[in-house]
């Protein structure tokens, strides 16, 4: 049986995790910081535009704000027949209601999470699939640990990868060399990714296993965050 997510809120702007002590979301704009760290970044927009299907894949579910978003965008772009496969790993899941409290942090997307709360309490250690079909939208969520569960996906089959694990000094699990490697191995020909982070080590491992990699401008008051694109 999985272990929840343990939630602090601070001052009602910070959703932090008790168990890696890191933030789940910019106590700025979370919605701004994801739009702009994974959207904007990896050129989801036109892309949503000119494909019938698309496939994510992300490493830590956390609060759910990059799916409902994703989602969103999916439905103002996608083509009428268009289906976006969205592949998530949480190795602690929020109950359903921490993640009632944070939907209240972004109204705007509150017809989404409500969405996404009808079928969420019913999650299970394993793979989760939760089928969307007024959005065109199917989600696996994968609960476990991700270096276990990314064999589940098939190689050569991710479009776009959002890597959002908390911090590399807070949770290094999730960024070490061989899951990294399979990230690559489980993306398609000039595939891309982002992450907030602009760690060195994880530069190196992601360029080791294929992609190039660039530094960008982070969000906000960070300096730097890392995209790049499979070769």
């Known amino acids: 049986m999985f272990?929840?997510?343990?939630?602090?809120?601070?001052?009602?702007?910070?959703?932090?995790?008790?168990?890696?002590?890191?933030?789940?979301?910019?106590?700025?704009?979370?919605?701004?910081?994801?739009?702009?760290?994974?959207?904007d970044n990896n050129n989801l927009k036109p892309r949503f535009s000119l494909c019938e299907n698309f496939t994510i894949a992300e490493i830590g579910f956390g609060s759910g704000l990059n799916f409902v978003n994703t989602m969103s965008l999916w439905g103002e772009t996608k083509k009428k027949f268009g289906w976006l496969e969205y592949y998530s790993f949480e190795l602690h899941p929020f109950t359903d209601s921490d993640l009632k409290r944070a939907a209240a942090f972004f109204p705007d997307f509150k017809e989404l999470y409500i969405c996404l709360l009808e079928s969420y309490a019913d999650i299970h250690e394993g793979i989760n699939r939760i089928v969307f079909p007024e959005k065109n939208v199917i989600l696996f969520l994968l609960v476990g640990d991700a270096n276990i569960l990314i064999d589940e996906l098939g190689r050569e089959t991710i479009d776009c990868w959002y890597l959002d694990g908390f911090a590399p000094a807070k949770n290094p699990e999730l960024w070490n060399d061989v899951l990294l490697k399979k990230?690559?191995?489980?993306?398609?020909?000039?595939?891309?990714?982002?992450?907030?982070?602009?760690?060195?080590?994880?530069?190196?491992?992601?360029?080791?296993?294929?992609?190039?990699?660039?530094?960008?401008k982070g969000f906000g008051r960070k300096r730097d965050m890392l995209r790049g694109k499979l070769l």
Not at 18 to 27: A, E, G, L, N, V
Not at 194 to 207: C, D, I, M, P, Y
């Open 183 to 216: 990230v690559a191995e489980k993306t398609v020909n000039r595939g891309t990714f982002s992450t907030f982070t602009a760690s060195g080590n994880v530069r190196r491992a992601l360029q080791n296993s294929g992609f190039a990699v660039e530094k960008v």
């Open 3 to 39: 272990v929840s997510a343990r939630l602090s809120v601070v001052e009602n702007k910070e959703l932090i995790s008790d168990i890696y002590d890191d933030i789940y979301f910019s106590k700025i704009d979370g919605k701004a910081e994801s739009t702009y760290v994974f959207l």
